[in-house]
């Protein structure tokens, strides 16, 4: 099987997900009711009303795992060739893998002993 | 047993007959690869729904057991209709926009989270020469399909402008691109071994041996389901619909068969994950009656089925027995015990290629090996987790002092 004829199929599956996902909702559009009034259309807020919109500043603790998360999905994408190639590479490149990866250990520590890794 | 190991080729050999049939020769060679094609994705498309409504009801009667109930049984023999008097239930029920809404985007987001959980259907080796699309960078493929969900979820919070569903969207996301973390890490070692990235060449590299029953493995196991379950947010890892301080979590303003897509989304990513640990750990659909004795006893698409379905038995088991994480004893588990358990099994991995041939080699390397993966755990449990984890320990921590009396 052919790489193309693949993407091909992953392409045309694309597709038909998104065909599946509209589908039940369209579907529902024709059986469902629609008496709508006005305390259905508020918010829920147990019970309350809301008086504020939820929109406000988020605290930069979200940011830094995510750049925690940006840093090491970066760094597993340049894991992977190796890891493809590992028996035809040899010590060597598990040597320099290794020295890698101890560069990236070590970051986690630095995120580690700084706070970064908290949940406030 | 030829006939039904081959059942689905058969049949798609059969659905192609027609058009051969009918078509010009010409027209017929041309359009023979697209037929297939759609063939292909219209039985993906029939499994989805057939896995999600069996599942919905198989977690409420293994869970009704676990805690002395009967679950469902009433509509149909053992409840087995009642997915569908569900699926009906939710067809016909209100589509409530509250007027905070953004609609579009409180639109789309149910439709973008099935679709990921669908498309990763689509690399699964279900079976000999079973598999949709051979991708032959199939890891990286599920990795970035799966982390779509992460954005189908802040969409769902945000646009919701509803306190709980902005909280939980937020804590989803956190949890989700923080778990794919060690799950791609762990799956590091078996690119190694296996040497290959398509979910179907690591199935046939397992023809020597299952990868669970090395120490690498082992562990890489472990990592990977814990991981894959935290990923799709399912039990103990759901604080994102932490029904009992989030109310519903994401999904609380949707209602009707948005709700329902959610569901479904969730459902398909657990059996997704349980068909991953299948594929990568547990020799895919290799029969292992034969890779012992070399009888053939079951057609291989029935024996992938009941190893993932193990899997998602252990799933609904989760469910039953574990109670929910706090969500920063949920990271700090990611980060700091699972992330550095994920980065020690390379070298373990590596160790384990180098080992010499040789039955007493490997039993003296599995010995050293599962040695170090304890030791390593119990190091991280007992010095530093152990402290991390408690919260009367942490000097910021509010709980530290005792609350005053009167």
Known sequence: MTQEFAWTSIGLMSIFGVIFSTLPIAGAFFFRPRKSNASKVTSYECGLHPKTTPLIRLNVQYYLFALAFLIFSIEILYVFPWAMNFKTLGPIALLEMAIFLGVLLMGLLYAWRKGGLEWK | ?406
């Open chain 2, 1 to 406: 047993m030829e006939t039904i190991e081959n059942l689905f080729l058969t049949l798609k050999a059969l659905a192609l007959m027609g058009p051969e049939m009918l078509l010009p020769t010409a027209l017929f060679e041309a359009l023979k690869t697209p037929l297939g094609i759609i063939m292909g994705v219209s039985i993906l498309l029939v499994i989805a729904p057939v896995t999600m409504l069996f599942l919905t009801w198989m977690e409420r009667k293994v869970v009704a057991r676990m805690q002395k109930r009967y679950g469902p049984n009433r509509v149909g023999k053992f409840g087995s209709l009642q997915p569908f008097a569900d699926g009906i239930k939710m067809f016909m029920k209100e589509d409530i926009i509250p007027l905070a809404v953004d609609p579009l985007l409180h639109t789309l987001a149910p439709m973008l989270v099935v679709v990921p959980a669908v498309m990763l259907f689509s690399v699964i080796p279900f079976g000999k020469n079973m598999v949709f699309a051979d991708l032959n960078i199939a890891i990286l493929f599920i990795m970035s399909i799966s982390s779509i969900e992460t954005i189908a979820i802040l969409m769902a919070g945000w646009s919701s402008r509803n306190t709980y569903s902005l909280l939980s969207s937020l804590r989803a996301a956190a949890q989700v691109i923080s778990y794919e973390i060690p799950l791609g890490f762990s799956l590091v070692p078996v690119v190694m071994i296996s040497g290959s990235m398509s979910t179907y060449g690591i199935v046939m590299a397992q023809q020597e041996g299952w990868y669970i029953f090395t120490p690498w493995g082992f562990l890489a196991f472990l990592i990977f389901f814990i991981s894959g379950v935290a990923e799709v947010n399912r039990s103990p890892f759901d604080v994102a619909e932490a029904e009992s301080e989030l109310v519903a979590g994401f999904h609380t303003e949707y209602s009707g068969m948005k709700f329902g897509l959610f569901y479904m989304a969730e459902f398909l990513g657990g059996f997704a994950i349980s068909c991953f640990a299948v594929t990568f750990f547990f020799g895919g659909w290799l029969d292992p009656i034969q890779q012992l004795t070399g009888i053939a006893v079951l057609p291989t698409w029935i024996w992938f089925l009941l190893k993932s379905y193990v899997f998602v038995f252990v799933l609904f088991w989760f469910r039953g027995t574990l109670p929910r994480f706090r969500v920063d004893l949920l990271l700090n588990f990611c980060w700091k015990y699972l992330l550095p358990m994920a980065l020690l099994n390379i070298p373990l991995a590596a160790a384990w290629h180098y080992l010499p041939d040789g039955i007493v080699f490997k039993l003296v390397g599995w010995v050293i090996g599962m040695a170090i993966i304890f030791g390593t755990h119990q190091a991280f449990t007992h010095k530093r987790l152990k402290r991390l984890y408690s919260a009367y320990d942490r000097p910021d921590s509010s709980l530290r002092t005792a609350p005053q009396q009167g």
